[in-house]
């Protein structure tokens, strides 16, 4: 199944960036393609990007003058969240793809949790309210409106939009100042960490894995486990990148639904299917 998994995020990521023309003249697309939202990461201003990143058009929309609820913005989230929940965090994310090659790299002993995980994983949380909600009203104590995940954190923006950008465009290479440092600075620090420990930003940074970890418990596709022919093993609870329960995997917000699990689990108890009947209750995610 990871071959699958790996297969489906380079063929999407291709799909969702497919603007060659936009990486050789370091020019963005703005056709009307631009209107629609992928589920994933996928930076406005990368130069290949066909579509546009649902956080990217929640800020914009917000950004704008007067109140305007961004129905269409969170719509997307909806439906992708209510079908997959975090799902597209595992299949459909390119800046997961890069965080997982990195991560298979023979370099550094394998850590799936940072130290104070419990504290640290509620940050993706903080990121959603702080810089994706109110970043768009009260920042740095003055009223101003600006998309500040996109501006300040978003490693993928970076990595996929600036970075290209920067290297076609000599234009713009001469107006790059300390916020693009700062941005480089930070990619180049999650991409390191990304070699020792699985998925660093995506556990503790991006909030839209927040908003889709939300959907986990209800979204349609589930890894559904038969309670009733497992006989504790533990191999899925060891080969989970996230290092979650039998009883919490799929229906954690921490579930990115690789599907590890399922691959091995020895008597096959482990498997994608549609949600169906009343979920079990499951401990506390720890």
Not at 96 to 103: E, N, Y
Not at 163 to 170: R, W
């Amino acid at each position: 199944m990871q071959r699958v998994r790996t297969a489906v995020q380079v063929l999407f990521t291709i799909f969702t960036n497919g603007y060659v023309y936009g990486f050789l003249q370091g020019k963005v697309y703005r056709g009307a393609l631009k209107y629609a939202c992928v589920p994933g990461l996928n930076c406005y201003s990368c130069p290949g990007a066909v579509f546009s990143c649902p956080l990217g058009a929640l800020q914009a929309l917000l950004n704008r003058r007067g109140f305007q609820v961004p129905f269409a913005a969170l719509g997307v989230l909806f439906v992708f969240g209510s079908l997959l929940g975090r799902a597209v965090c595992g299949w459909l994310c390119p800046f997961g793809l890069v965080q997982d090659l990195l991560h298979r790299l023979p370099f550094f002993k394998k850590e799936r949790r940072l130290p104070l995980h419990r504290v640290l994983k509620y940050g993706k949380y903080a990121v959603l309210l702080l810089l994706v909600g109110a970043g768009s009203s009260l920042l740095l104590g003055t009223l101003v409106k600006v998309p500040a995940f996109c501006k300040y954190l978003c490693p993928s923006g970076t990595l996929f939009g600036a970075i290209p950008l920067l290297s076609a465009n000599g234009q713009l290479r001469g107006q790059a100042g300390g916020l693009f440092l700062w941005k480089l600075g930070l990619l180049l620090a999650i991409l390191l960490l990304s070699v020792k420990v699985f998925r660093p930003f995506c556990q503790y940074l991006c909030p839209l894995g927040a908003v889709y970890g939300l959907f986990n418990r209800f979204s349609l596709v589930q890894i559904h486990w038969e309670r009733e022919r497992c006989t504790s093993c533990g191999s899925c609870e060891r080969a989970c990148p996230m290092s979650l329960r039998v009883d919490e995997i799929s229906r954690s917000p921490e579930c990115i639904r690789c599907g590890r699990c399922a691959d091995a689990c020895p008597r096959k108890c482990l498997h994608f299917s549609p949600r169906s009947g009343t979920p079990k209750a499951a401990p506390e995610d720890t």
